[in-house]
């Protein structure tokens, strides 16, 4: 490259991305190029991919063995299988493990979640329950496919025991390569309209259809993209997804540049674009521009203040004396942040005690070292000057007495002490 680039720049967009693993790993062997500070940026990132990786293999494992222990019918919409489509498994990215299961379930699923050490989180414009867990494992559980349309959402209608099972257990199911095509293409129109597509989405895809698209039942699912409105846009994306990871193709590409700027600006509005590739989901962008913020706003006021009929297995008071919600609701936002504060106590005082046990440990290296430096070193000289003197003390007069001194004089202090008294 002529130009030296800003690696500040490269490593925002990369880690915004999601693709910061594969960057570095093109970056190998270019290492002079790079600054010594994003060189080991670069690094730090890839090697936490790595553990976060290991960190979701395991997690999927144990929750897995928690939902057949139960007998809890469950879809995986999302799994760690991805790595398996790079050709290298350090390739990957996993953003989250995706679950469909029954409303009925929910409950249940909630109490394994807390017990395994896991936090719900309220997040804008997610339908599923989300729970985290350090060091970033994100598990989401769906009551209700998270498509919004109507003739995807009917195409996946039904319950969950009706699609083929995952061996060897026999509650957990899996969707078929079509269906699982078909849910991620449903996925990346949510992610666009909701301004959240990125790089490494069209990579996934691209990658998916790539190892698996000779074995696709290509009719049925070309059939259910036309009765959906998403044929323009599924075509842009795979047209970008060529441009960047294909060779060269001799079409139009103007639709397929303008995606690849809206991605690239995170998801700046586009009127055209949405107009082009989703007409069907026009109502659907509009509200979304006009209105995410306040979608939230109602969401946190449900949140805060919910119904009488909920707030009933709380207070079971409220069935003879429904007056007295609001100070139900003051009693259970009261406990809410008092739990929040000492959780935000404990933390803290827990890194205080973190910090404290730090400086001690480097005060005493400090120290053991000041006292090895003001140890006297004895020169020849004053060895042979040593040794004379214990042969004139052991041979003459012996040496006095300090410790009768000592006692002598204490007990005179304490004579004109008591005089004084």
Not at 15 to 36: C, F, P, R, T, W
Not at 167 to 179: R, V
Not at 295 to 319: D, G
Not at 359 to 385: F, N, Q, S, T, Y
């Amino acid at each position: 490259m002529r130009k030296r680039l800003g690696w500040d720049l490269v490593f925002d967009v990369s880690d915004y991305q999601n693709i910061i693993n594969i960057v570095y790993i093109g970056l190998l062997g270019i290492e002079k190029d790079i600054s010594e500070e994003y060189e080991e940026s670069f690094y730090q990132s890839y090697k936490k991919e790595l553990l976060l990786y290991e960190s979701y293999k395991k997690v999927e494992e144990v929750i897995l063995w928690q939902l057949e222990r139960y007998k809890i019918e469950a879809l995986l919409l999302l799994d760690t299988e991805a790595s398996e489509m790079y050709p290298k498994p350090e390739m990957s990215h996993i953003s989250q493990i995706e679950f469909l299961v029954d409303k009925k379930d929910l409950p249940l699923i909630h109490r394994l979640m807390l017990e395994m050490d896991y936090e719900q989180k309220e997040e804008l414009l997610n339908s599923g329950i989300v729970y985290v867990r350090v060091p970033g494992v994100r598990i989401v559980f769906y009551d209700k496919m998270p498509v919004e349309n109507k003739a995807v959402r009917r195409y996946f209608a039904g319950p969950v025991r009706r699609h083929r099972r995952l061996e060897p257990y026999k509650y957990i199911h899996i969707l078929t390569n079509e269906d699982a095509y078909l849910y991620r293409v449903a996925r990346l129109v949510e992610l666009y309209i909701t301004g959240k597509l990125k790089i490494r989405d069209i990579m996934d895809l691209w990658q998916f259809k790539k190892l698996l698209g000779e074995k696709f039942r290509w009719r049925a699912v070309k059939e259910l993209l036309m009765k959906a409105e998403w044929q323009e846009f599924i075509s842009q994306v795979e047209l970008l997804a060529v441009l960047w990871f294909g060779e060269d193709v001799e079409e139009q590409y103007g639709l397929a540049l303008e995606l690849e700027e809206y991605i690239l600006s995170r998801g700046r509005e586009n009127k055209h674009l949405d107009e082009a590739l989703l007409p069907c989901e026009k109502v659907r962008l509009d509200f979304y521009w006009r209105n995410r913020d306040k979608e939230w706003t109602l969401r946190k006021q449900a949140w805060l203040f919910p119904s009488r009929e909920y707030m009933v297995q709380f207070f079971p008071v409220l069935e003879k004396y429904p007056f007295l919600l609001v100070f139900c609701w003051i009693a259970r936002n009261t406990r809410f942040a008092r739990r929040i504060c000492v959780n935000k106590c404990r933390r803290i005082g827990f890194r205080i005690q973190i910090r404290l046990s730090d400086m001690k440990e480097k005060l005493k290296g400090m120290m053991g070292r000041d006292k090895i430096e003001e140890m006297p070193v004895d020169l020849p000289e004053d060895v042979a000057r040593t040794e004379e003197k214990t042969e004139e003390s052991a041979g003459g007069e012996p040496a006095e007495d300090t410790t009768n001194l000592d006692e002598t004089e204490g007990e005179k202090k304490v004579e004109e002490f008591e005089d004084q008294n």
